[in-house]
């Protein structure tokens, strides 16, 4: 009996160790960007992956981990525009950008 108890004991730490923990967002390390994009449709970058449409994060930031990253937006026939943006510590920031036709 006391075998099974300590089994069950046992299975019980295990599981709980195990699994993996709820990712917990707004813990203070990242920060929110708000994209305003014209046109809106236009491609969204961070640093070098499409994270989706301007239009996606105009009243749903985009939430970036702490640090520098490089932003770019993108639209076939205008011209790409790239900045640099730093966040961190809960910090929520507007990137405002018009593009421009390609020659």
């Not at 089994?7 to 990712?23: M, R, S």
């Not at 996606?56 to 930031?61: D, L």
């Not at 985009?62 to 525009?81: N, V």
Request: proline letters at 6%; a positive charge; one cysteine or more.
């Amino acid at each position: 009996m006391q075998k099974a108890g300590f089994f069950v004991l046992a299975l019980v730490f295990i599981w709980g160790c195990g699994l993996p923990q709820e990712t917990r967002r707004g813990v203070g390390n990242e920060g929110f960007l708000i994209v305003l994009a014209t046109p809106n449709d236009a491609e969204v970058y961070v640093d070098g992956e499409r994270v989706g449409r301007a239009e996606q994060f105009e009243k749903n930031p985009l939430e970036l981990k702490s640090g520098t990253h490089k932003i770019e937006i993108r639209m076939p026939g205008f011209a790409p525009e790239t900045r640099e943006v730093y966040a961190g510590n809960q910090s929520r920031q507007t990137l405002k950008v018009n593009l421009k036709k390609s020659p």
